[in-house]
């Protein structure tokens, strides 16, 4: 009786808060579905109405399609964020194995200024950034809204504090029989790391996902518009475009989601072969 | 050898393809300027401007008009961070008339006056118009369009709580301009009128405690484009004539009272919502749940498409005071860094001056015209004399009228920045001479690097 | 030649990211050093004056700026700690085994998706004085109706609880990847010892996960010292100046008002504080692992 009680609760404990997490994404989706005028319609005073739409048209989302190019700007944000993805692995694993393994004069020091670096918020650096890009001839490319997020920080610091725990032996190990530090790298750390690499590239992918000020100034053309620069378009100055603006806002959500969803298994690794504290 | 000799079907196509390629070459290598305008995104805008910009492309084929477009809030981010950077690939930007100034003065644009003389100024708009268009002498940006303020009705309300409405411009009703231009005159309701209806039309439908219908709404809650009638009614502007001081403006005895009767209809007859921003608020009127709304011009048509019964009197004053509407829209200039100035003001001429620019541009657009010549026309014209057209009457009687600009002054984002913030405190409930008195003191605090 | 060899292998190693973050970051910071020394010119447009310390003195006479202090102040010191704690209970009850933990973790993911402006605005609707939900539920237990995010006491906690909807579900999983490193058998050996469940966690798991948890601590602690975009869409820094953080002054006075140079110096001061809160974190750390 006990158990049952107490797996109840548990149960009703994940409910609440998973109900919680899901609340806002829930009425984003259902107002997305629903006629413009209706949205606010049920909200004041609130009722069950709000959340379950009773009239449902997908008109919003045809709109977003058809109307408004919002498809350009999903692979947009696709293209850039995986580019972005796949490039910033490579350069920030390196960098944070350097760091975590490698001995050098500077290291302390150059760490920490490259920590500093994620510290200086965008808006501040947004001008003489735009200058820079421009003089490369970058501007209102692919190339303006990748590159600049592929160096990042935080994901040196990640890979740097993730890598710092693997054991010293290992490595000590494989320089005895002979193997340069890149075959360290690649042979050793690299299949260790697959939890720490999907977080990384979660922050990567992310980070490009929700950029919205550097899209803003650094391209102009309709063909290279991102998400989250075309979901800021509803909001038009006499009106917002509410239900196209969920629909949109709805798509932009499920899609980070569908991508990390099947990737969760890689974070489960349940009993790891050997453990890392032997 | 034997896949040059295409069959003659084929050949034939491929000799016209290149004799049109030919021709093509020739025709754009005639060296065509392009020149690129920093404009809005939202709504039917790019819509009409692309009609505009073919009838001047018709007539002058060496020049190109590309656009780049943003919606309306990155629009403003967007000019400071290109004319900071000199970008020299922006030839126009459209200018929201109030900042002329604070763009004038931090050299984002350079003078028209050697393609505009001040003959022509004066002859193609309204007196109000060119002259916010214009800083320290020299003339900056033209106007686009201009804009007006109206007070709608709700009638299917005011008939259900039995209340009279004021005299307004009612569906099925035909009229004229001096029609409207009496109403206007005396039939004009005062603001100690408008809250007595409001009260009576605030109410609790579902008796639940909380508010189903309300009274009354600004369009622009808090912004000082819609709420500078107030204490000018009074008469009382908001900054010293030269734009450079706010204290003794602001916080004068008319600004307080304008602004404890603000508060009033938050606080204390609570016939309006709190917490409604700006953007939410039309959705309101157009959904029925409130009974009077003052707002832009722009609202008819998107009331109508709501389906409201609605109908459209002149903008309350106060009583004692004079009447004085919103007004000014957008203005073009040239950017400062412009190459091609000279191509540049061609077009900006023919969109806002000339005849055929300016009338193409009014009829996509719909918005309040600021040119004398389409004044007159609009109300000489047929279709102008019914519902809800006739608004434009009303629109054209404001604009000669009542219409007062928003204050010339080169710290006009902060002066509206603060006056916002302490209008929003203010409807919070902070009292009013108090917040008055500490945005004044922020405002000069801005103003003094200008001195 | 050992260490000279290892040392140039670093240095190669670390030569893509430091070029990238040389051209992107280094100098545009610099730049924007050098800006908050000077000031705009009113004849050229972009142009430059020297004007040495006087944007930082300007700052420092006004009280706007010193409110703005203490409000970033106060909301980073509820926040952080806030935050961690909470992903690290999410974390642990992700972690957990038993039938449907992989449907809630699914609902414990979905904050992520969504991203802040939207979530904002949602939120928003939610706290609504006149008719939003979380009043509706607070009449059921006969509260009143509480003002929220227009009320200068109210509004920056809601915007505490706003962030940390999102933050503690994102941060929830670089603790719940930190937690899969911990053995299941130094656990269990645990429980045989018959430590309670409050125990194991202190004193064998948390010790285990010291350095994911740095990493979430530093990093939300940088991301909420410059966190912007709530006060940007739900409060514009009111009421009263209530949640006017640095970070919206720093914007405000560089975007709306045009004063670049003085924004820039905003920026360097709130630069100033979160490295003194970050080093203190590391150096916290530090002597706890010794």
């Known amino acids: 009786m006990k158990t049952f009680f107490s797996a109840a609760l548990i149960h009703v404990l994940y409910l609440t808060v998973g109900f919680l997490f899901l609340l806002p994404l829930w009425w984003a989706l259902a107002s997305s579905v629903r006629p413009l005028n209706d949205i606010f319609k049920y909200v004041s005073p609130f009722s069950l109405a709000a959340l379950i739409p009773d009239k449902i048209t997908f008109e919003a989302y045809r709109s977003i399609f058809f109307d408004r190019g919002f498809g350009i700007a999903v692979f947009n944000s696709l293209f850039v964020a995986l580019a972005t993805v796949l490039a910033g692995l490579g350069v920030n694993s390196l960098a944070g194995f350097a760091f975590a393994v490698l001995r050098f004069p500077g290291r302390n020091a150059l760490f920490g200024i490259t920590v500093l670096t994620f510290l200086v918020p965008f808006e501040a650096i947004s001008i003489p950034l735009y200058t820079v890009v421009r003089s490369l001839g970058w501007l209102d490319t692919y190339l303006a809204l990748i590159v600049p997020g592929v160096a990042n920080g935080i994901v040196i610091f990640l890979f740097r504090q993730f890598f710092s725990q693997v054991p010293r032996e290992l490595v000590d190990a494989a320089r005895i029989d002979g193997a340069s530090w890149l075959t360290i790298f690649v042979r050793i750390y690299l299949p260790l790391s697959k939890p720490v690499i999907i977080s990384a590239a979660l922050l990567i992918f992310l980070f490009q996902w929700e950029a919205f000020l550097w899209p803003l100034i650094s391209t102009r053309s309709e063909g290279l518009k991102v998400i989250q620069v075309a979901l800021a378009g509803f909001e038009e100055r006499y009106r917002t475009l509410w239900n196209e603006l969920f629909a949109a806002a709805t798509v932009a959500a499920l899609i980070p989601l569908l991508i990390l969803l099947p990737l969760q298994r890689f974070y489960v690794q349940g009993v790891t072969a050997g453990g890392f504290k032997s | 050898m034997k896949a040059l000799f295409l069959p003659p079907r084929a050949s034939a196509i491929v000799v016209i393809l290149c004799l049109w390629s030919l021709f093509l070459f020739t025709v754009s290598s005639h060296a065509a300027t392009t020149i690129r305008w920093l404009t809005l995104s939202d709504g039917a805008w790019p819509d009409s401007v692309k009609k505009v910009i073919a009838a001047f492309e018709a007539q002058n084929p060496d020049i190109k008009v590309e656009l780049d477009t943003y919606p309306f809030r990155d629009l403003f981010e967007t000019i400071e961070v290109r004319m900071k950077a000199q970008d020299a690939d922006v030839d126009l930007i459209s200018v929201d008339v109030p900042l002329v100034a604070s763009y004038s003065v931090r050299g984002y644009l350079a003078p028209m006056d050697e393609y505009f003389s001040k003959d022509d100024i004066e002859k193609t708009w309204v007196k109000p118009s060119w002259q916010a268009g214009t800083y320290k002498g020299s003339f900056m940006a033209a106007p686009q369009n201009s804009s007006s303020q109206f007070f709608y009705i709700n009638r299917k309300l005011f008939q259900q709580y039995n209340v009279t409405p004021p005299k307004a411009l009612e569906p099925g009703k035909e009229t004229s301009y001096d029609e409207i231009a009496s109403i206007a005159k005396n039939d004009r309701w005062t603001w100690d009128q408008v809250v007595d209806a409001a009260k009576k039309l605030t109410k609790d439908t579902k008796g639940d405690g909380k508010i189903d219908v309300w009274g009354f709404e600004f369009d622009q809650v808090s912004r000082l484009y819609q709420l500078q009638c107030l204490g000018e009614s009074l008469g009382g502007p908001l900054v010293s004539p030269d734009g450079l001081k706010a204290e003794g403006y602001l916080n004068s005895n008319e600004w307080i009272k304008a602004a404890q009767w603000y508060s009033d209809l938050f606080n204390k007859w609570k016939v309006s919502p709190k917490n409604v921003s700006p953007a939410e608020s039309p959705n309101l009127f157009a959904s029925g749940k409130v009974a009077m709304f003052v707002g832009g011009e722009w609202n008819v048509p998107r009331f109508q498409e709501a389906g409201v019964d609605f109908a459209i009197a002149p903008f309350p004053y106060f009583s004692g005071g004079k009447p004085v509407t919103g007004t000014g829209s957008w203005h073009v200039g040239i950017a400062k860094a412009s190459s091609h100035k000279a191509e540049a003001a061609k077009f900006a001429k023919f969109l806002t001056e000339e005849e055929q620019g300016s009338k193409i541009w009014f009829e996509s657009q719909g918005q309040l015209p600021a040119t004398q010549v389409l004044l007159t026309a609009i109300e000489n014209a047929e279709k102008y004399r019914s519902f809800p057209n006739d608004a434009y009457l009303l629109g054209v009687y404001e604009a000669r009228n009542t219409a007062v600009f928003r204050p010339v002054t080169p710290g006009y984002l902060q002066l509206e920045d603060i006056f916002f913030s302490t209008f929003e405190d203010i409807r919070n409930g902070v009292d009013p001479k108090v917040a008055l008195d500490g945005a004044a003191g922020r405002v000069d605090r801005f103003l003094a690097q200008f001195k | ?290």
């Open chain 3, 1 to 290: 030649m050992k260490s000279r060899s290892e040392a140039l292998v670093a240095y190669l190693m670390l030569v893509p990211a430091f070029l990238a973050l040389a051209i992107f970051r280094f100098y545009p910071i610099a730049v924007t050093c050098w800006g908050s020394l000077c000031t705009e010119s009113f004849v050229v447009a972009g142009k430059q004056i020297f004007v040495g310390l006087a944007n930082y003195l300007d700052l420092f006479q006004d009280p706007i700026f010193w409110k703005s202090v203490w409000v970033t102040i106060k909301l980073n010191v509820v926040i952080n700690p806030l935050q961690v704690c909470l992903a690290l209970l999410l974390a642990v009850m992700a972690n957990q085994r038993f039938r449907g933990i992989g449907f809630y973790r699914l609902l414990f993911f979905v904050p992520i998706g969504v991203s802040l402006p939207i979530a904002c605005i949602v939120w928003r609707i939610m706290l609504d004085p006149n008719s939003g939900l979380i009043d509706s539920i607070l009449a059921v237990a006969k509260i009143p109706a509480q003002p929220f995010l227009i009320n200068q006491d109210q509004a920056l906690w809601c915007i505490v609880a706003i962030a940390t909807w999102k933050g503690a579900s994102f941060w929830m999983i670089f603790l719940w990847a930190g937690l899969q490193d911990v053995p299941r058998e130094v656990q269990e050996a645990a429980k045989i010892d018959g430590a309670s469940q409050v125990q194991r966690f202190l004193r064998i798991t948390l010790p285990l996960i010291k350095r994911p948890l740095l990493f979430v601590l530093v990093t939300d602690t940088a991301v909420n010292f410059l966190l912007f975009v709530p006060m940007f869409l739900l409060t514009r820094g009111g009421p009263s100046y209530s949640t006017n953080v640095l970070m919206y002054e720093a914007y405000k006075t560089g975007f709306v008002y045009g004063q670049m140079g003085k924004a820039l110096a905003i920026v360097m001061v709130l630069l100033a504080l979160v490295m003194v809160a970050v080093v203190a974190q590391f150096r916290l750390f530090q002597r706890e692992q010794s």
